[in-house]
């Protein structure tokens, strides 16, 4: 069953202009200022006098200008960017008991891959992510969002030599990410994002994410915006089922495909809020405004713009920071303006995208 | 007596501190991999790491030495990838794992290469140097796998082509120096069974390959169980063993082939897992040659060979040396007296 996704409107800013609102955010990987990775590998080089410490400080620097840059963009909800993260599997590992690295294995060429390896039974130690969101919640005006990398990939990701299945481990580690919404939400945390990339590679096991999001949602209270993402995959093969997950939000990549796969999600009706992946992660190109505004309408055949969530496909650490900032800037520009031509009756909610000749 | 032969089915993981000097010297991008003609200095760089993993293999008793194939940027596609008449395409998933190599896209005629010839003249050196009784192992893809694993744009259509990918192989082979064993990789027989018709060919197609050494040829399937139908049409294949995946979780369908079609007089055991980094023991790996023992009461093996079920190249360095050891360990362990 999905959540009442009616906790959408306490994102709304108290200023906002229009009438319609649709909620603007970001999917969270951001590319990293040029000095932070430099602070990085002085770091790792232990011959350098630059501590931990200065990494930490360096960090909430990054923090903190991400996060700004956010906000300058216009978004109704920010993230730091992920500064402090190195990939969306290894920190986590690094933080759960049960985890252990031996060195890196091929993704493809000369691309590796420092693959953990659960070698014991997974269980909570400290806390994964309070220090962080607390940082950039004080540092942010607008709500923060925090994107979780999900059990499911945390699972399929790693060598698994501890439980008897995939399966099992995914549950145990689900068990571990509701410990840790539970602590982000006494800390204030109003969004989650649960990222499965996973998913989209073995898309039959979409009963084993469903009950790893009943297992995440457990206790957790319903003004909590729960989202889940997934991207490039076939959708067809995880839609309807996506419609029984506990979630407020689905969010899609299909700007890349240029909305081949939309269509899947009209029919039967769509359950939860659509976060529609609006400019394409993967170009280095700044999509201009009326292109995006196109784009939009797009989420509109799916569902009514008050379910609609505007945001990148994915997130936007792979490009250069100039791009990925305009991207925002447009994104959410594109958005005020369709709102505006909502409130004055100027889309045809039946027919948003004009059918082509 | 059934003597057990410790091996591996090749394609090593690039010791680590290798990793790191060829990124550095042929960079990140898709055309900066292996293309064939590579300068004198990674060809270097390649020569120390062969002969290190040669070694490697020594130190670890195994029965055949292979040339660790750590050139093969793509995977079981390198011979493709690296051939004149091979455009490299997009980066495409690897089986079901979280692998990627080029796409090999053929857009003319498979001419001989030669490439896994210079590799393997190399690994005979090395291996002449080192002080040891065990004796060369060629690696390639099946044919079958190859084929399946690359995009035809030349030959038209599927019997062409896999005949085409068939004959280069055996030219290729032709052209390698001695070798005691040849392993021919199998796993699109599993992965992306071939129907009606072709199941036949990729048969016939092994034939082709097989019949181009004197050496031994076991087909190493898996990534799970082969099909009844095709399991059939591979028994007809000249070849010394297939190889069979012991750690997959459908080995009873293994098991039920074997019963009901038989199997060549030696056969190819995976029976460590090289998609996990929890070695298992020695005792372990002895125990699940005894289970498959046990389980084909009427089958006489005059050899098995033992190895991981695919190749290594999925594990952190440390867990594969590891796995080598322990594999060579239980070709040694004294087994219990299987009764017919
Ligand atoms: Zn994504």
């Given at each position: 069953?999905?959540?009442p996704?009616?906790?959408r409107?306490?994102?709304?800013p108290?200023?906002?202009?229009?009438?319609?609102?649709?909620?603007t955010?970001v999917?969270g990987s951001?590319?990293?200022?040029?000095?932070?990775n430099?602070?990085?590998?002085?770091?790792?080089?232990?011959?350098?006098?630059?501590?931990?410490e200065?990494?930490?400080?360096a960090?909430?620097?990054?923090?903190?200008?991400?996060?700004?840059?956010?906000?300058?963009?216009?978004?109704?909800?920010?993230?730091?960017?992920?500064m402090?993260?190195?990939?969306?599997v290894?920190?986590?590992?690094h933080?759960?008991?049960?985890?252990?690295?031996?060195?890196?294995?091929?993704?493809?060429?000369?691309n590796?891959?420092?693959?953990?390896?659960?070698?014991?039974?997974?269980?909570?130690?400290?806390?994964w992510?309070?220090?962080e969101f607390?940082?950039?919640?004080d540092?942010?005006?607008k709500p923060?969002?925090?994107?979780?990398?999900?059990?499911?990939t945390?699972a399929?990701?790693?060598f698994?030599?501890?439980?008897?299945?995939e399966?099992?481990?995914a549950?145990?580690l689900a068990?571990l990410v509701?410990?840790?919404?539970?602590?982000?939400?006494?800390?204030?945390?109003?969004?989650?994002?649960?990222?499965?990339?996973a998913?989209?590679?073995?898309?039959?096991?979409?009963?084993?994410?469903?009950?790893?999001?009943?297992?995440?949602?457990a206790?957790?209270?319903?003004?909590i915006?729960?989202?889940?993402?997934?991207c490039?995959?076939d959708y067809s093969?995880i839609?309807?089922?996506?419609?029984?997950?506990?979630?407020?939000e689905?969010?899609?990549e299909?700007?890349?495909?240029?909305y081949?796969?939309?269509?899947?999600?009209?029919?039967?009706?769509?359950?939860?809020?659509?976060?529609?992946?609006v400019v394409d992660?993967?170009t280095?190109?700044v999509?201009?405004v009326?292109?995006?505004k196109?784009?939009?309408l797009?989420?509109?055949?799916?569902?009514?713009?008050?379910?609609?969530?505007?945001?990148?496909d994915?997130?936007?650490?792979?490009?250069?920071?100039e791009?990925?900032?305009?991207?925002?800037e447009?994104?959410?520009?594109?958005?005020?303006?369709?709102?505006?031509?909502l409130?004055?009756g100027?889309i045809?909610?039946?027919t948003?995208?004009?059918?082509?000749? | 007596m059934?003597?057990?032969?410790a091996?591996?089915?090749?394609?090593f993981?690039?010791p680590?501190?290798?990793?790191?000097r060829?990124?550095?010297?042929?960079?990140?991008?898709?055309?900066?991999?292996?293309?064939?003609?590579?300068?004198d200095?990674?060809?270097?760089?390649?020569d120390?790491?062969?002969?290190q993993?040669?070694?490697?293999?020594?130190?670890?008793g195994?029965?055949?030495?292979?040339?660790?194939?750590?050139?093969?940027?793509?995977?079981?596609a390198?011979p493709?990838?690296?051939?004149?008449?091979?455009?490299?395409?997009?980066?495409?998933?690897?089986?079901?794992?979280?692998?990627?190599y080029r796409?090999p896209q053929?857009?003319?005629?498979?001419?001989?290469s030669?490439d896994?010839?210079?590799?393997?003249?190399?690994a005979?050196?090395a291996?002449?140097?080192a002080d040891?009784?065990?004796?060369?192992?060629?690696?390639?893809?099946?044919?079958?796998?190859?084929f399946?694993?690359a995009?035809d744009?030349y030959y038209g259509?599927?019997?062409?082509f896999l005949?085409?990918?068939?004959?280069f192989l055996?030219?290729?082979?032709?052209?390698f120096p001695?070798?005691?064993?040849?392993?021919?990789l199998?796993?699109?027989?599993?992965?992306?069974?071939p129907?009606d018709?072709?199941?036949?060919?990729?048969?016939?197609?092994?034939?082709?390959?097989a019949?181009?050494?004197?050496?031994?040829?076991?087909?190493?399937?898996?990534?799970?169980?082969?099909?009844?139908?095709?399991?059939?049409?591979?028994?007809?294949?000249?070849?010394?063993?297939?190889?069979?995946d012991?750690?997959a979780?459908?080995?009873?369908?293994?098991?039920?082939n074997?019963?009901?079609?038989?199997?060549?007089?030696?056969?190819?055991?995976?029976?460590?897992?090289?998609?996990n980094?929890?070695v298992?023991?020695?005792?372990?790996?002895?125990e699940?040659?005894?289970?498959?023992?046990?389980?084909?009461p009427?089958?006489e093996?005059?050899?098995?060979?033992?190895?991981?079920n695919?190749?290594?190249?999925y594990?952190?360095v440390?867990?594969?040396?590891?796995?080598?050891?322990?594999?060579?360990?239980?070709a040694?362990?004294?087994?219990?007296?299987v009764?017919?």
């Amino acid at each position: 069953m999905s959540r009442p996704a009616e906790n959408r409107e306490q994102f709304r800013p108290e200023n906002h202009e229009n009438e319609h609102f649709l909620l603007t955010t970001v999917v969270g990987s951001y590319p990293k200022p040029k000095w932070l990775n430099r602070a990085d590998d002085l770091a790792e080089d232990a011959e350098s006098k630059f501590t931990h410490e200065h990494l930490h400080e360096a960090h909430d620097d990054a923090c903190r200008v991400i996060t700004a840059e956010h906000e300058r963009a216009g978004l109704d909800t920010v993230v730091d960017g992920e500064m402090r993260r190195n990939e969306m599997v290894e920190f986590f590992a690094h933080r759960i008991d049960g985890y252990e690295f031996n060195g890196p294995v091929k993704v493809w060429g000369h691309n590796y891959f420092d693959k953990p390896s659960v070698s014991d039974t997974v269980e909570y130690d400290e806390p994964w992510l309070v220090d962080e969101f607390e940082f950039t919640r004080d540092v942010a005006s607008k709500p923060v969002k925090v994107p979780i990398t999900g059990p499911y990939t945390l699972a399929n990701w790693s060598f698994n030599e501890a439980y008897e299945t995939e399966e099992e481990l995914a549950y145990e580690l689900a068990d571990l990410v509701n410990i840790e919404i539970e602590k982000l939400v006494e800390a204030g945390a109003k969004y989650i994002q649960i990222d499965e990339p996973a998913l989209a590679t073995t898309p039959d096991d979409h009963a084993i994410v469903g009950e790893c999001l009943d297992r995440i949602v457990a206790g957790i209270d319903e003004d909590i915006r729960i989202g889940l993402h997934v991207c490039y995959g076939d959708y067809s093969r995880i839609y309807p089922e996506i419609n029984d997950f506990p979630i407020d939000e689905f969010d899609v990549e299909l700007c890349n495909g240029n909305y081949e796969q939309i269509d899947v999600f009209t029919e039967p009706e769509f359950g939860p809020d659509l976060a529609l992946g609006v400019v394409d992660a993967h170009t280095a190109e700044v999509e201009p405004v009326e292109e995006i505004k196109k784009n939009i309408l797009q989420g509109l055949k799916v569902v009514p713009p008050e379910k609609l969530t505007i945001s990148p496909d994915c997130g936007l650490k792979l490009l250069p920071r100039e791009i990925a900032y305009g991207k925002m800037e447009n994104m959410v520009k594109a958005a005020r303006e369709v709102e505006k031509e909502l409130d004055a009756g100027e889309i045809d909610l039946e027919t948003p995208v004009p059918l082509a000749d | 007596m059934t003597e057990r032969v410790a091996t591996t089915p090749g394609l090593f993981p690039l010791p680590d501190p290798a990793k790191q000097r060829l990124s550095d010297l042929k960079g990140h991008q898709k055309g900066d991999l292996i293309s064939g003609n590579e300068s004198d200095e990674i060809v270097a760089v390649y020569d120390e790491y062969r002969t290190q993993v040669i070694t490697e293999q020594v130190e670890a008793g195994l029965d055949r030495i292979s040339e660790g194939q750590l050139r093969w940027d793509d995977m079981l596609a390198h011979p493709l990838t690296v051939h004149e008449n091979v455009e490299t395409g997009g980066i495409v998933r690897y089986y079901d794992n979280n692998n990627f190599y080029r796409d090999p896209q053929v857009t003319g005629e498979l001419t001989f290469s030669g490439d896994v010839a210079s590799e393997l003249d190399a690994a005979a050196a090395a291996l002449a140097e080192a002080d040891s009784d065990a004796s060369l192992q060629a690696t390639l893809p099946g044919p079958y796998s190859l084929f399946d694993l690359a995009t035809d744009e030349y030959y038209g259509d599927e019997e062409s082509f896999l005949d085409a990918v068939s004959e280069f192989l055996a030219a290729e082979v032709e052209a390698f120096p001695a070798h005691e064993t040849l392993y021919l990789l199998e796993p699109s027989l599993v992965e992306n069974a071939p129907g009606d018709g072709l199941d036949a060919r990729a048969s016939e197609a092994i034939d082709t390959v097989a019949a181009a050494t004197d050496a031994d040829v076991v087909v190493q399937t898996y990534f799970g169980a082969l099909s009844e139908k095709v399991y059939a049409h591979l028994m007809d294949a000249d070849i010394e063993a297939i190889g069979f995946d012991i750690v997959a979780g459908d080995r009873e369908q293994t098991l039920y082939n074997i019963n009901e079609y038989g199997t060549k007089t030696a056969a190819g055991l995976g029976i460590s897992n090289g998609l996990n980094t929890l070695v298992e023991s020695p005792e372990t790996l002895a125990e699940r040659v005894s289970w498959v023992q046990n389980k084909l009461p009427a089958q006489e093996f005059d050899r098995l060979y033992l190895s991981t079920n695919t190749e290594p190249f999925y594990l952190p360095v440390n867990k594969h040396l590891e796995k080598l050891a322990a594999v060579a360990a239980a070709a040694e362990i004294e087994l219990e007296e299987v009764t017919a």
